[in-house]
């Protein structure tokens, strides 16, 4: 930066803080001065309710000189509001309406409601003394509004008090007995003793209006203690005078008489006190001329005319200056605008090759979801010849050595099949397309069946498993039992890989039970290769595992570890490791069910109870365009005597219905021609009675609606379980007698 635009900038800086210094000085002798102000109003106050009225007059005066010649407005109108109650103490009513009317003018234009607040209170009470009851009452209400509006808590008790008073002064004592009960609490605990005597006093009054002797004596008698206490002469008046009325119901007219001298002797001790308050008053101009404070106003508005003038002055040279300030930094800005503009320009390049590498990356994801979605499809269908072949075979009464290679080749299918539900379960995860079920089952058994599909790769390994279930859990419980056991097949499954000769250890316990809802804490514990420290960090991500050596040693895919942690958040909850290398690793998860009765269809059971002779001599057509798969389902059919036709796609299918009568449908979706779909849409235009089951290797859960609405009476999914597909064909074949 030049040399000069360093001076300048100097000189401005010290201009500005001797204009800043000015006015710190003129502010902090402003508020010595409020301090003062508010000091002389406190003790006025405090003089006013000790009847201590000429040294409340004293204050007051010095107050107002003080405000006056500071041009305080706020404290003009609080000295005026403090003099109002003075007036209203000395029975001069009207002075006093004049003085808090001027206070609300001021704090009106001020806008500080607050002390228009007070104002409106100290109003209504000389309202009340003027028998104005509708002003009375309209100017307590707007304090009420002010003092919730701001939460002003020192106003609440007193606004109830005033309330009071008023009911009491339109010949209501019952409503005037209900506000200052509602007030007392509020006077108690901020101590108001002034307020709480004042109470006191006038909810006697309205006892004894209502006849209550007793209880105006008791009320009474607490005024009292307090009048005597603070040394309120006025509180103590108004006592006797009431005792003198009590006695006088009472008809012990000489009590009576003694308590009313007693209140006529310090009353006429008051009123010669006023009047000596009113003749100071006078001598001391308590009242000042307007035109007096007008002329301080001009003073002051003068003053302020001429202090204008000098900022003028110092704001002409300081703009002088920063123009030519402004002047050198133009020119330097107009240089570094040219850089700005290259780097703009350089950036924009940038940024657009970033946009583009993005859209690539997108255009990759969604390559891969499109492949891993029509892979997975592909893949599902010749393992439904496997799988069914396998079971076929079984069946037949295979020898020892074949049964265990059909056992080998059951495992290597399902393993598979495993495998293929991983990748699917990825894929649609990353899409966040998986939706969590909710229906009721039974955790104990889930968990059992899942260490029984498992026992058979532990026993391998020469490992034992150990289940410890806490039985308080209830026996059914409402959930996602699919996700469930995928968690816990790819945990249990992942320590029975890594672990040899040894130990795994499956621990569910109850942490917390509210209401229909438990918390339960899920453990897998293993004592086999472990996790070193750093690839705890990774072993969550896809395609991960804990080193190359481990993965050419123990195969996988990597993608188990992955897919629980993405299972666990869709369920709202997260996986913890705990591992050290060739110590065994320990997996902790906690998940939340309902308490809920188990409604859904055990295919097991419902297969047991199956009257298969309702089955004979059935003719089902299949509608499937792949000849293994024709080949195998004919054969499970024809085993258990139904009658079998077969179409290769959907337009054989459609002409075979409506030439030849058949029982029931089994239509494949995918085919060459029209899709199963539109053969099923097709079919129901002239035969809307026939049972049409979806035999399909897509996944229900994205096409679930579609088939139903275009005319499917089920599904069932391939590869199929024995069990499901002869409970649904049963179901369908009963369903289509009942109604035919």
Request: with cysteine.
């Amino acid at each position: 930066m030049p040399t000069q635009i360093k001076h300048f900038i100097a000189i401005i800086l010290l201009i500005c803080c001797f204009l800043t210094y000015s006015q710190t000085e003129n502010t902090v002798e402003n508020n010595q001065v409020r301090d003062s102000i508010e000091n002389f109003l406190k003790e006025a106050s405090y003089s006013v309710n000790r009847a201590q009225l000429k040294k409340a007059l004293t204050n007051i005066i010095v107050a107002k000189e003080l405000a006056l010649q500071n041009q305080d407005k706020v404290y003009r109108a609080k000295t005026n509001m403090v003099l109002a109650k003075l007036y209203l103490e000395l029975g001069d009513f009207k002075k006093a309406e004049e003085q808090i009317l001027d206070a609300i003018q001021i704090q009106k234009e001020d806008n500080d409601e607050p002390m228009l607040a007070c104002s409106y209170t100290v109003y209504g009470s000389i309202a009340i003394e003027l028998e104005h009851f509708d002003t009375a009452n309209e100017v307590l209400e707007k304090a009420t509004k002010l003092t919730e509006k701001n939460n002003i808590e020192d106003l609440k008790g007193s606004i109830k008090l005033h309330l009071g008073l008023l009911a009491l002064a339109q010949n209501q004592p019952e409503l005037a007995i209900k506000h200052f009960n509602s007030g007392l609490p509020i006077i108690n605990s901020l101590e108001q003793s002034y307020n709480k005597a004042k109470l006191y006093t006038h909810k006697a009054k309205a006892q004894l209006a209502l006849n209550l002797i007793d209880k105006a004596e008791k009320t009474n008698d607490l005024a009292m203690q307090i009048g005597k206490k603070m040394g309120y002469a006025e509180i103590r008046s108004e006592c006797f005078s009431l005792y003198s009325k009590i006695y006088e119901k009472k008809e012990d007219f000489k009590t009576s008489l003694t308590y009313h001298k007693a209140h006529q002797k310090i009353k006429d001790s008051l009123f010669n006190i006023n009047k000596e308050i009113i003749a100071q008053e006078a001598t001391a101009k308590l009242n000042m001329d307007d035109n007096i404070v007008l002329i301080e106003e001009l003073q002051e508005e003068n003053s302020q005319q001429q202090k204008s003038l000098k900022l003028g002055r110092l704001t002409t040279i300081l703009s002088i200056a920063l123009i030519t300030i402004l002047s050198l930094l133009t020119l330097s800005l107009y240089k570094n605008n040219n850089l700005r503009a290259r780097a703009n320009e350089l950036l924009q390049n940038k940024n657009t090759e970033l946009i583009l590498a993005k859209e690539n990356a997108e255009r990759a994801s969604e390559a891969k979801v499109q492949f891993l979605s029509t892979i997975t499809h592909e893949l599902r269908t010749p393992l439904y010849a496997v799988t069914g072949l396998t079971h076929l075979l079984l069946e037949e009464s295979p020898t020892p050595n074949q049964k265990e290679h059909l056992n080998s080749l059951k495992f290597s299918g399902e393993y598979l099949l495993s495998l293929i539900n991983n990748i699917l379960d990825l894929n649609k995860l990353e899409a966040n397309k998986v939706e969590l079920e909710n229906t009721s089952f039974n955790l104990k058994k889930r968990i059992n069946d899942v260490l029984i599909a498992l026992g058979k790769s532990a026993k391998d390994r020469n490992n034992r498993l150990h289940y410890e279930f806490d039985e308080s859990i209830p026996p059914k419980l409402k959930g996602d039992p699919l996700k469930v056991s995928q968690i816990l097949i790819n945990l249990i499954g992942n320590s029975i890989k890594f672990t040899q000769n040894g130990d795994i250890w499956i621990r569910v316990k109850l942490t917390n039970s509210i209401e229909n809802k438990v918390f339960l804490n899920f453990e897998i514990q293993d004592n086999g290769v472990g996790i070193s420290e750093k690839k705890q960090q990774s072993i969550f991500e896809n395609f991960t595992q804990g080193s190359v050596q481990i993965n050419r040693k123990f195969g996988g895919t990597g993608l188990g570890l992955s897919i629980v942690k993405n299972l666990l958040s869709l369920m709202d909850s997260k996986i913890s490791l705990k591992s050290e290398l060739g110590k065994g690793s320990k997996f902790l998860f906690d998940l939340k069910f309902e308490i809920l009765e188990d409604k859904s269809t055990d295919y097991i059971e419902e297969a047991r109870n199956i009257d298969y002779n309702v089955m004979i001599d059935k003719h089902i057509l299949v509608v499937e365009d792949n000849k293994i798969n024709q080949l195998i389902t004919r054969k499970i059919l024809e085993k258990n005597k139904i009658k079998c036709d077969v179409a290769d796609n959907g337009d054989i299918a459609v002409n075979k219905v409506k030439e030849n009568s058949f029982d029931l449908i089994l239509m494949d979706i995918h085919m060459p021609g029209i899709s199963g779909i539109e053969a099923t849409k097709q079919i129901r235009e002239f035969n809307k009675e026939i049972p049409i089951i979806a035999l399909t290797a897509v996944t229900l859960d994205d096409n679930l609606d579609e088939f139903y609405d275009n005319g499917f009476n089920d599904i069932i999914p391939k590869p199929y379980k024995t069990e499901e597909f002869f409970a649904k064909l049963y179901k369908a074949l009963v369903e289509k007698q009942t109604t035919s």
